[in-house]
C-alpha cells in the first residue's frame, strides 16, 4: 500500500458526489458492509463528507494502491468475502476491462459520521 499524505495527492478527477453511485454497493454503506471504494481516479480528499440516503459518511483516508496488492481483508472492506468475488464484480461492471496486478486505483476508505 502506498500511502501518500493531503498535501502531496494529485488533484481530484471526479466528484465525491460519483464516490458511490450502484444501488447495490449504497445498500452496502448504509448497512455497514462496505467502507471503502476503489476508483480508477480520485473523488475525494480526506475529511470530506459523502451524503447517502440522507446518512452522511467521512472519508478517512485516500490512497493508491495496485491490484496485486488487493487482500481478502481488502476485498471485505468493499462488501465482499474475498478479491475473487471482488474483481468478478469489478469485472462484470466494467466488460472488457483487463485486470491487472501492476493496474493502480485509488482508495477511498470512510465511515458514517457520529
Known amino acids: 500500500m502506498t500511502q501518500q499524505e493531503n498535501n502531496t495527492l494529485p488533484p481530484k478527477t471526479c466528484t465525491i ?15 455497514g458492509e ?10 475525494a480528499d480526506p475529511g470530506e463528507v459523502m451524503t447517502l440516503d440522507g446518512r452522511q459518511f467521512v472519508v478517512e483516508k485516500v490512497y493508491s494502491q ?20 471482488y474483481k468478478q464484480s469489478i469485472l462484470s461492471i466494467h466488460p472488457g476491462m483487463p485486470w491487472l496486478p501492476q493496474m493502480r486505483v485509488w482508495v477511498h476508505e470512510f465511515h458514517p459520521v457520529d
Not at 34 to 43: D, I, Q
Not at 71 to 85: I, K, L, P, Y
Request: no cysteine.
Open 17 to 31: 458526489e460519483r464516490l458511490v453511485t450502484i444501488e447495490k454497493d449504497v445498500k452496502k454503506v448504509l448497512a
Open 66 to 85: 495496485s491490484l496485486g496488492e488487493l487482500t481478502d481483508a481488502d476485498a471485505r472492506r468493499e462488501g465482499f468475502d474475498s478479491v475473487e468475488e
Open 34 to 43: 462496505k467502507t471503502a471504494t476503489r476508483r480508477n481516479g480520485r473523488y
